[in-house]
Antibody, heavy 122, light 113 residues
Framework: EEQLVESGGGLVQPGGSLRLSCAASGFTFSRYWMSWVRQAPGKGLEWVANIKQDGSEKDYVDSVKGRFTISRDNAKNSLYLQMNSLRAEDTAVYYCARGGYCTGGACYFDPWGQGTLVTVSS | DIVMTQSPDSLAVSLGERATINCKSS????????????LAWYQQKPGQPPKVLIY???TRESGVPDRFSGSGSGTDFTLTISSLQAEDVAVYYCQQYYTTPPTFGQGTKVEIK
C-alpha cells in the first residue's frame, strides 16, 4: 500500500522553527516529485513547496520563500520541510503529497498523507 | 498565478439527485501540444486528507465510483455527481497543474438536503 506519514508538527512561538518529516512507503520514492500542501483551520488548500526527484529543483509559494526549505533523502524514503521565522499565518495542517503527472513542477497530488498540525502562537 | 474560482460555495442536494460543481480558471489550462486540460478534482471528507477523484479534467482515478464525472475544457470545468450518496458529503476542490504554482479553487461544500 502506498503510504505517506508526516511527523514533527506542534506548537511553536512566532519567530520559532520546526522541521516536518514525511516517511514514504509502498512505492519507489526516488521516481516522484514531492510536495507539501497546507490547510489553515477551516480554510482551503494551499501548495507550499515541491522538490524534483533528485532534489535538483525546488520551488516555493511566495509567502514562504526565504523562510522554508524543502529537502529529501531518497535513501531514507523521506521528505522534509524546515520552517524558520514562523508566523501566526503559517498555522495549518501540513500535508505531504506525491506528484502525479507533473509539468515543470506543477503536479496533481496523489496520494496525500494524513497531515501534521503546526500551530504558531505565543 | 492562475486563479481558480469554484461555484457555488456550497450546495445541498437530495439523496439520489444530481450535484454539479463548477470551476473556472483565470487562464486556459489546456496544453495545445498534448490536447490535455491540466485540471484535477479532489474530495475531502471531514477529518481526512484530500483524495484525487479526477485528473486531466475527465479521467477518473482508479477506484472512484462512476457516478463522479468531470467535463470541460480551456477555462471552464464541471464536476458532476450523478446520484448523490450519503458518503459523498464532503468539500470538493479543483486544482490546476498547468503551471507553477499549482493552485486550488476555494472549495465547494456538498451536503444532503
Amino acid at each position: 500500500e502506498e503510504q505517506l506519514v508526516e511527523s514533527g508538527g506542534g506548537l511553536v512561538q512566532p519567530g520559532g522553527s520546526l522541521r516536518l518529516s514525511c516517511a514514504a512507503s509502498g512505492f519507489t520514492f526516488s521516481r516522484y516529485w514531492m510536495s507539501w500542501v497546507r490547510q489553515a483551520p477551516g480554510k482551503g488548500l494551499e501548495w507550499v513547496a515541491n522538490i524534483k526527484q533528485d532534489g535538483s529543483e525546488k520551488d516555493y509559494v511566495d509567502s514562504v520563500k526565504g523562510r522554508f526549505t524543502i529537502s529529501r533523502d531518497n535513501a531514507k524514503n523521506s521528505l522534509y520541510l524546515q520552517m524558520n521565522s514562523l508566523r501566526a499565518e503559517d498555522t495549518a495542517v501540513y500535508y505531504c503529497a506525491r506528484g502525479g503527472y507533473c509539468t515543470g513542477g506543477a503536479c496533481y497530488f496523489d496520494p496525500w498523507g494524513q497531515g501534521t498540525l503546526v500551530t504558531v502562537s505565543s | 498565478d492562475i486563479v481558480m474560482t469554484q461555484s457555488p460555495d456550497s450546495l445541498a442536494v437530495s439523496l439520489g439527485e444530481r450535484a454539479t460543481i463548477n470551476c473556472k480558471s483565470s487562464q486556459s489550462v489546456l496544453y495545445t501540444s498534448t490536447n490535455k486540460n491540466y485540471l484535477a478534482w479532489y474530495q475531502q471528507k471531514p477529518g481526512q486528507p484530500p483524495k484525487v477523484l479526477i485528473y486531466w479534467a475527465s479521467t477518473r482515478e482508479s477506484g472512484v465510483p462512476d457516478r463522479f464525472s468531470g467535463s470541460g475544457s480551456g477555462t471552464d470545468f464541471t464536476l458532476t455527481i450523478s446520484s448523490l450518496q450519503a458518503e459523498d458529503v464532503a468539500v470538493y476542490y479543483c486544482q490546476q497543474y498547468y503551471t507553477t504554482p499549482p493552485t486550488f479553487g476555494q472549495g465547494t461544500k456538498v451536503e444532503i438536503k
